[in-house]
């Protein structure tokens, strides 16, 4: 099993910033790729950013020129720098990693609120 902890979400006024963590334990050595969706009140869950151990690295468009992935291998642990935040940007943040060995992995989720 891959266990996934996120922390860093919280209520934050528009234009503010948070960063999101997640820390990776459990059988970590296959991860290859680990990552970001979210939810919002009423809607799909939706992919905002992952990391790749191939060096790719995708954010959303509506987030890519305020928002940063970054991965720290050694550590099993993946970041999402978000800046400029705007209301819609208001949901239950999920960590996932994926692994040859378990599949996908999914953290417990992170409320992030931005306020007009």
């Known amino acids: 099993q891959v266990q996934l902890v996120e922390s860093g979400g919280g209520l934050v006024q528009a234009g503010g910033s948070l960063r999101l963590s997640c820390a990776a334990s459990g059988f970590t050595d296959n991860i290859y790729n680990m990552g970001w969706y979210r939810q919002a009140p009423g809607k799909q869950r939706e992919l905002v950013a992952y990391?790749?151990?191939?060096?790719?690295?995708e954010i959303r468009d509506s987030m890519k020129e305020r928002s940063t992935i970054s991965r720290d291998h050694t550590k099993n642990l993946v970041y999402l720098q978000m800046n400029s935040l705007k209301p819609e940007d208001t949901g239950v943040y999920y960590c996932y990693a994926k692994s040859l060995r378990v599949g996908i992995a999914w953290g417990q989720g992170t409320q992030v609120t931005v306020s007009p």
């Open positions: 990391s790749s151990d191939d060096g790719v690295s």
